[in-house]
T-cell receptor
Framework: AQKITQTQPGMFVQEKEAVTLDCTYDTSDQSYGLFWYKQPSSGEMIFLIYQGSYDEQNATEGRYSLNFQKARKSANLVISASQLGDSAMYFCAMKRNSGYALNFGKGTSLLVTP | GAVVSQHPSWVICKSGTSVKIECRSLDFQATTMFWYRQFPKQSLMLMATSNEGSKATYEQGVEKDKFLINHASLTLSTLTVTSAHPEDSSFYIC??????????????FGDGTRLSIL
């Protein structure tokens, strides 16, 4: 069975600073993928970045990058140059191998301050 | 990019009413759609997997007679909350993938439906 753990219920960061949101996971699968989604207060789920277990390089998408440490089973999201619009809930997720639905962590609420 | 439309975005109704929520994939065919429920300040929990042309697969603890799912076409899945009660009040959100078998394909989410039962 899979398990996604996000240990930071809430985080604060000052505008223009970088912030790291933690995600650890547990799976018995050899091949797997990890996703990060952003959920603003309006509720929609916005896909940010994907990391495959066999990807040799850490994923990057604009200001988002993933610090993937396979041996430690961690996939932390790094947001560089934070903006006020980054204030939202952030969820780490893994796709099930059976049925392909997503298992989500509990999420981290990020507040970017001026 | 792929777009998923969900309607309505907000529903307020009396206890005992049945409510239908639609989830449409606008520019791709979705053989599989997923329905999640999210209570305030909690994570998304999978309710059921909706497969076109077959019965939905429900997660343990989800009442299939209360949450009816129909996936009649490759672009539309509906969730009907039958005889809704205040404890059914929640945020319901659907997602779809045009190639669910490929693990690196992100799911595309609708904007969600906030359901409030009075």
């Amino acid at each position: 069975a899979q398990k996604i753990t996000q240990t930071q219920p809430g985080m604060f960061v000052q505008e223009k600073e970088a912030v790291t949101l933690d995600c650890t996971y547990d799976t018995s699968d050899q091949s797997y993928g990890l996703f990060w989604y952003k959920q603003p207060s309006s509720g929609e789920m916005i896909f940010l970045i994907y990391q495959g277990s066999y990807d040799e390089q850490n994923a990057t998408e604009g200001r988002y990058s993933l610090n993937f440490q396979k041996a430690r089973k961690s996939a932390n999201l790094v947001i560089s140059a934070s903006q006020l619009g980054d204030s939202a809930m952030y969820f780490c997720a893994m796709k099930r191998n059976s049925g392909y639905a997503l298992n989500f962590g509990k999420g981290t609420s990020l507040l970017v301050t001026p | 990019g792929a777009v998923v439309s969900q309607h309505p975005s907000w529903v307020i109704c009396k206890s005992g009413t049945s409510v239908k929520i639609e989830c449409r994939s606008l520019d791709f065919q979705a053989t599989t759609m997923f329905w999640y429920r999210q209570f305030p300040k909690q994570s998304l929990m999978l309710m059921a997997t909706s497969n076109e042309g077959s019965k939905a697969t429900y997660e343990q603890g989800v009442e299939k007679d209360k949450f009816l799912i129909n996936h009649a076409s490759l672009t539309l899945s509906t969730l009907t909350v039958t005889s809704a009660h205040p404890e059914d009040s929640s945020f319901y959100i659907c997602s779809a993938s045009d190639r669910a078998v490929f693990s690196n394909q992100p799911q595309h989410f609708g904007d969600g439906t906030r359901l409030s039962i009075l």
